[in-house]
């Protein structure tokens, strides 16, 4: 597999490009609009059992939305890490959030950086291949899978383009899955207990590991 630091350039650009152009909303991490970052929050949120104060990892936290949307949330008491390969991504989450004292942002390298948390959530960080090679791809969403799976106490939760996406729509540089093939993979590799959720309209499915 090709240097992490190597990735990270290849992907730089496009993220910088839409964080530029769009500043920090979520056009500018890369997602068509508002609505459809809330309908994927709503599914990934649901990995969370709020029954007392919790921890949670946010693996390419981008300019912190997710945290945004957990801190909208009455009565939920938590301690947020956001973690990112981009420092532009952090520097804008930083900047967007200084007061706030439950929230913390990290830069890494690799999942493997993670500090251990109750839940770790990911959204988006396994659509956009860019120029990498198929299954130099599949080497690194497996890698991180696994690194989530070990830093996660209580669960974790990931979002993914679906191969069932309409053909006219679907472009060279996405990745699409097979949401039957990682359904599999995580109920045989991490827990007995996992959702497959595909009925919220949007091109993607999300995957919940509850253990």
Same mark, same amino acid.
């Given at each position: 597999?090709? &240097?992490?630091?190597e ?6 650009n496009?993220?910088?490009? #839409?964080?530029?152009? #769009? ?7 890369? @997602?068509?609009?508002?609505?459809? &970052? %809330?309908? /994927? +929050?709503? &599914?990934?949120?649901? *990995? *969370? ?14 300019? $912190?939305? +997710?945290? #945004? ?7 939920? #008491?938590? %301690?947020?890490? $956001? ?13 967007? +959030? ?6 913390? @942002?990290?830069?890494i390298d690799n ?8 839940? =770790? ?7 956009? !291949?860019? =120029?990498?090679?198929?299954?130099e @791809? ?8 696994? %690194?989530?799976?070990? !830093?996660? !106490?209580? $669960? ?6 679906? =191969? ?6 679907? !472009? ?15 109920? /045989? ?7 497959l ?15």
């Amino acid at each position: 597999m090709r &240097q992490v630091k190597e990735i990270e350039t290849d992907l730089k650009n496009y993220y910088d490009l #839409h964080l530029e152009s #769009h500043g920090p909303c979520a056009m500018g991490v890369g @997602w068509k609009n508002e609505a459809a &970052q %809330q309908i /994927r +929050f709503d &599914q990934l949120a649901k *990995i *969370i059992e709020p029954k007392s104060d919790f921890t949670i990892n946010d693996l390419g936290c981008g300019v $912190g939305d +997710f945290y #945004h949307y957990l801190s909208a949330k009455q009565k939920l #008491h938590f %301690q947020y890490y $956001g973690y990112d390969i981009l420092e532009s991504m952090l520097s804008v989450a930083k900047a967007r +959030f200084t007061a706030s004292e439950n929230a913390h @942002w990290i830069k890494i390298d690799n999942a493997n950086e993670l500090l251990a948390a109750d839940y =770790t959530i990911a959204s988006g960080i396994f659509n956009l !291949k860019y =120029t990498i090679g198929l299954s130099e @791809w599949m080497d690194y969403i497996l890698d991180t899978l696994n %690194q989530m799976n070990e !830093k996660s !106490k209580l $669960g974790f939760a990931f979002n993914m383009l679906t =191969t069932y996406s309409d053909k006219e729509f679907m !472009k060279e540089e996405l990745y699409y899955s097979d949401p039957l093939f990682f359904f599999d993979l995580c109920k /045989r590799s991490f827990s007995k207990n996992v959702a497959l959720l595909h009925d919220y309209r949007e091109y993607d499915f999300t995957i919940l590991v509850r253990k």
